[in-house]
């Protein structure tokens, strides 16, 4: 049986038509001889009734609520959808089973908010699949060992669909959402951004660590370590969306050659960031006790510079108070630059070719876009900037290495 996941994210399932055509779209992948498995979010974005964001909202955001308490209620958009979108199937002929995460074998930590998937039971799925059945699975959640539900954070239909991909050795994940694609940009900042055809699980990843909100670092892994495909769509079906592969071009030497012309694939940008500069008062080098002070805090840091002068690096922006509070504790002198953001670059043909950098920093000053601060890998340059730049920043970017060209 050549199965294909399908998951279907929040905004493909929030109207009644909508469903209609994720439905539809299931529908012509039985008659393709294809098997699906449906992996659903819940319906919508915070202020419809049924979204995740709007079913916390009932109690509140004070702290009161434990973790645990809250993957309860956070589990049942879901739930809502899975049964929902299972009567949508029903109506064109089709017997699906709709199926929370735990009676999905999907077995997870006890990180309640954002735990880990550590294996899925594939038998309940099997036998269903057997009985040419449809499983409709929740996304974003699982269950402990202790039998508590558990939820996966951010982005966790998408982890959920990769982990059962990979579990049932699917042929194909399927990501449905209200693009047609991945694009070269933010088409809100860019509006020439252009779909890409096929891209590297490497860049993928790197896209959305780097602020790309289209497929969730984590099921990109997951993907990237089984080799099952992923290919990102439109819900309406339109085009023919973004192949998600270890080789795009299956090696035909296209690839290469396209990336030797073009290194960069595309721009991403993350907002919301805060630049610290922390100096010591007898200016000895105590950046272990920096970095150490924070790991303790729970507080995440970026774009890391460290001299004998001192440590430059990014927080988020919810933290930055916090973190100056804890470094001004301990003595340092800490100076907090507000309201920036991460522009990047992202290519897997950057790796060793000369001047990249250098259009980078052409391309932003020409913006008059101050930088801040950078980092690079070997598939990504990053550039902090001020925050009302950005999309002077992205723009430049986007036109400097011609994305917007087929």
């Known amino acids: 049986m050549n199965v294909v996941v399908m998951k279907f994210g929040g905004t493909s399932v929030n109207t009644p038509e909508r469903r209609e055509e994720a439905a539809r779209r299931v529908q012509a992948t039985v008659e393709s001889g294809r098997w699906p498995v449906v992996v659903v979010s819940a319906m919508g974005r915070r202020g419809e009734p049924y979204a995740t964001d709007s079913l916390l909202d009932l109690v509140g955001r004070d702290g009161m609520m434990p973790e645990r308490d809250l993957d309860l209620l956070a589990a049942c958009g879901e739930i809502i959808s899975a049964v929902v979108m299972s009567y949508h199937l029903r109506r064109h002929g089709l017997d ?3 199926l929370t995460g735990w009676q999905a074998g999907i077995v997870t930590d006890d ?3 954002n735990a880990i998937i550590t294996r899925v039971d594939t038998s309940r799925l099997t036998r269903h699949l057997e009985n040419r059945r449809i499983p409709v699975i929740t996304g ?26 990979a579990a049932l050795h699917a042929e194909v994940v399927e990501i449905y959402t209200d693009v047609d694609g991945v694009k070269t940009a933010d088409p809100r900042l860019v509006p020439e951004a252009r779909t890409i055809d096929e891209v590297a699980y490497s860049e993928i990843w790197q896209m959305a660590h780097a602020g790309a909100k289209v497929v969730h670092p984590r099921a990109v892994e997951i993907a990237m370590a089984e080799s099952i495909p992923v290919r990102v769509l439109d819900t309406t079906g339109k085009g023919t969306g973004t192949l998600i592969t270890a080789h795009p071009n299956n090696g035909t030497g296209v690839f290469s050659e396209q990336r030797l012309r073009r290194p960069v694939t595309a721009v991403t940008y993350l907002g919301g960031v805060a630049q610290l500069r922390v100096r010591a008062p007898d200016h000895q080098d105590r950046s272990l006790e920096v970095f150490e002070s924070l790991a303790q805090a729970g507080i995440s840091v970026d774009l890391i510079n460290v001299s004998e002068n001192g440590q430059t690096f990014t927080v988020s922006e919810a933290v930055a108070e916090r973190a100056e509070k804890i470094l001004a504790g301990l003595g340092f002198s ?16 950057m790796r060793g070719v000369p001047g990249v950098m250098a259009k980078v920093v052409r391309a932003l000053h020409g913006a008059g876009v101050p930088i801040l601060q950078t980092s690079d890998s070997h598939l990504t340059i990053s550039c902090l900037v001020p925050g009302n730049l950005v999309k002077a920043a992205v723009q430049a970017l986007h036109s400097e290495f011609q994305l917007g060209q087929g």
Not at 145 to 158: H, K, V
Not at 340 to 349: D, E, F, I, T
């Open 140 to 165: 974003f959640q699982g269950m402990t060992p202790d039998g508590e539900i558990a939820t996966l954070g951010r982005g966790g239909s998408d982890t959920t669909a990769a982990a059962v991909g």
């Open 111 to 113: 990180t309640f908010g």
């Open 96 to 98: 699906p089973i709709p």
């Open 334 to 349: 800490v100076e907090v630059v507000a309201d920036c953001a991460k522009v990047s670059v992202v290519g897997l043909g």
